[in-house]
DNA sequence: TATGCGTAGT
């Protein structure tokens, strides 16, 4: 009686168990993982397929370290714990982790032996990942051999996937599937529908890829004309080609498919929604969005971001907070929004607001302290973060070299365990930019005793520090050193060669590698223009502008710095002044304030001040600092000293700390005779610590 | 009821 009456009880504490860990799968499936967590830690009996549900529900939503704990807790772990733990390091890319797990297990069965295969296939490892099939013991299972088939497709190896296709025992419809899923995305679309002529047997999921190659490759037609073809097309098929019209723009033809859909789920809604959103169809997007029967975070994520790349940040806050979702994707959107808007608050209450952060995470808030200039704040952060990647510290760097602090930046690369070529080719470009070009080309040299790795970039910056130094002997052997690298046929390469010569005084030179340049592009004539421009041969500049026109080239913002660079160096006013209105009228290009500080530059020569002061109260932007720097040297020549007192005022708001700008305005008071303001402003600059800024001397 | 290989949306 006792007996049976716990045997009942026991049987019902497992039947309550096994209705608990259904919905325990279902919240997880459902991506309600904080449900899913509170039914777990409320549960009062928990078996191993409650750890493991709970397990796989944390790996997919990221949870890796999270997972992890979990799966150390578990108190009678079986083989399928084991597998879990592996695929969740699989499917974030921890290789090492997967094996060490793999090693370790007590036994494995199928699954083990195909998470592992395919772990190495996913990381590009086909070696090690064919190893591992070598390796299973006794009779392998058909879904091994396919992880193996399909690495081997994604990574291009068509024929080692189709020999091992023929070779293995009994290959099923996901075999061949696999084969055509390499073909149809690395873009073999004539191979990829040879082969599927071929196949044995098809599925959906085969006439979906194929009409999925046919979109990638851009052939709606041939998409359209073999979905007439697909027995019963389900709604994949329907999504697959309604997404094609959207991506090609053709949103006319995707609202009519979509409206013949026979049935529609939350991801046709939000292809439709996507393409609308795409040519910022804003209004179409939002009636649609409030049309969806139902919306999960993928909807609310391309709506949020449409709305951050639009610029209307408050819109997308405001979507933000309604939305039911917790969105990794769409906090992260609005974060970039805010950095590029500079509004550097706002992205870092999201990142602290943030429960996961990954690297990426990380890296975007140090860049964009960065890129506002708070580099201290930079490097506290840098500091607080777990696991530094190369591109946290390349930013850092990049970023003090930007800000002229190359004592810091070099301090910071020296610091560095690893270093990839975009280290070395910030700390290299920051050299250059500093105007510490002997520094530049030592690091070179270090960088190809350390590793040879330079590229175009390294190329680039060593050959402008040649430039700056008119080290012509130096800028030859790197020309030289370029053509054996075979950078040379990088347009990069040859374009910095051509402003390298240039700027040496040898514009013959340039104009022999910009005719020799295999495909010359709109840098390559930029740079040739700039380069007569700079030499003073503003005519010639001109003349190849004509040419560049007549080669059907459309000029673009930097093309008309060195037109009107030329006429201001030639003294072409007339000319500059057309080429200037042309730039709005002929190119639909908005001057930037380069061009206005070209313009002020040509009437300044030529004693127009009151003209080009007009010029600069009219400007639609900001004047920076080049504008009032052009303004105040024209004031100089021409003796205007009022003027020129509030050209540098401006100057001084905008470059406080840059000496050179307080010594022009002292000597433009001296040359008037008004000595008084001249040792004034001598006072000033003590007064406000501007100092030069520092060399690199003694921490190399 | 939990783990593996092939198809759609950020």
Not at 314 to 328: G, H, I, R, V, W
Not at 376 to 382: P, S
Not at 437 to 448: K, T, V
């Amino acid at each position: 009686m006792a007996a049976a009456k716990a045997t009942g009880v026991a049987a019902a504490a497992t039947s309550a168990v096994f209705r608990s860990n259904q919905e325990l799968t279902r919240l997880a499936r459902s991506g309600q993982l904080a449900a899913a967590r509170r039914l777990f830690d409320e549960m009062p009996h928990r078996n191993t397929v409650s750890y493991n549900a709970m397990l796989s529900a944390l790996a997919r939503h990221g949870r890796l370290a999270d997972a992890r704990r979990l799966f150390d807790e578990i108190p009678r772990r079986n083989l399928v714990s084991w597998n879990a733990m592996i695929a969740a390091c699989s499917d974030h890319g921890r290789v090492a982790d997967a094996r060490e797990l793999f090693d370790a297990m007590p036994a494995r069965d199928d699954f083990s032996w195909t998470l592992m295969v395919s772990c190495y296939a996913r990381a590009g490892e086909l070696k090690l990942a064919r190893e591992t099939l070598d390796r299973i013991p006794g009779k392998k299972c058909t879904a091994c051999y396919n992880a193996m088939i399909s690495g081997y497709a994604k990574n291009g190896r068509f024929d080692d996937a189709v020999t091992l296709l023929r070779e293995m025992p009994a290959p099923d419809i996901v075999s061949w599937n696999s084969v055509l899923v390499g073909l149809t995305r690395n873009e073999k679309i004539v191979r990829a529908a040879q082969f599927f002529d071929e196949m044995p047997q098809r599925d959906m999921v085969s006439w979906n890829l194929m009409l999925e190659g046919y979109v990638r490759a851009g052939d709606l037609n041939a998409a359209a004309g073999l979905f007439e073809r697909v027995p019963s097309p389900n709604v994949v098929s329907w999504v697959t080609l309604l997404n094609g019209y959207c991506r090609a723009g053709r949103i006319g033809e995707a609202r009519e498919l979509f409206d013949r859909m026979p049935e529609r789920n939350v991801v046709s809604w939000n292809v439709m929604l996507g393409g609308y959103l795409r040519l910022s169809h804003m209004d179409e997007a939002y009636r649609l969005f409030s049309e969806m029967p139902d919306k999960n975070s993928i909807s609310w994520t391309t709506m949020i971001s449409a709305l951050v790349r639009a610029g209307k940040l408050q819109e997308a806050k405001d979507m933000l907070n309604k939305m039911p979702f917790d969105s990794f994707a769409a906090k992260t959107a609005l974060m970039h929004g805010y950095l590029q808007s500079k509004m550097i608050d706002d992205a870092r209450h999201i990142f602290d607001a943030l429960e996961v952060r990954d690297a990426v995470c990380w890296n975007t808030m140090i860049s964009g302290y960065v890129h506002c200039g708070m580099l201290d704040e930079a490097m506290v952060l840098f500091q607080q973060m777990p696991n530094k990647d190369m591109v946290s510290w390349n930013t850092l760097i990049a970023g003090y070299a930007q800000d002229g602090q190359m004592r810091k930046a070099v301090g910071i690369f020296r610091k560095m365990n690893q270093r990839n070529a975009v280290s070395w080719n910030s700390v290299i470009s920051g050299f250059v930019q500093n105007g510490l070009c002997f520094e530049a080309l030592q690091y070179f040299l270090l960088m190809r005793r350390d590793a040879k790795m330079a590229d175009w970039s390294t190329y680039a910056s060593c050959l402008s520090a040649c430039a700056d130094l008119a080290a012509l002997q130096v800028g030859r052997q790197f020309h030289s050193l370029l053509v054996r690298s075979g950078y040379i046929s990088d347009s990069f390469a040859g374009n910095s060669l051509i402003s390298a010569y240039a700027k040496c005084g040898r514009i013959l030179e340039a104009r022999q590698i910009f005719d020799e340049m295999a495909g010359q592009d709109i840098v390559s004539w930029n740079a040739l223009i700039d380069g007569y421009a700079s030499n003073g041969r503003g005519t010639e500049a001109i003349s190849v502008f004509r040419e560049m026109e007549a080669n059907g080239v459309r000029p673009d913002e930097v093309t008309f710095v060195g037109v009107l660079s030329a006429c201001s160096h030639a003294g072409l006013i007339d000319e500059g002044l057309r080429f200037f209105n042309s730039m709005t009228k002929e190119y639909s290009l908005q001057p930037v304030a380069e061009h206005y500080a070209c313009m002020v530059d040509l009437l300044g020569r030529a004693g127009r001040l009151s003209e080009a002061f007009k010029l600069v109260q009219g400007m639609q932007i900001q004047p920076n600092a080049g504008v009032w720097g052009a303004l105040l040297g024209a004031c100089r020549v021409h003796k205007n000293d009022e003027l020129a007192q509030f050209a540098a005022e401006k100057l001084f708001e905008l470059e406080p700390r840059k000496t050179s700008n307080y010594v022009l305005l002292s000597n433009i008071s001296a040359e008037s005779g008004k000595w008084d303001a001249a040792e004034n402003m001598r006072t000033l600059i003590k007064e406000r610590g501007v100092h030069k800024p520092p060399g690199l001397a003694g921490s190399t």
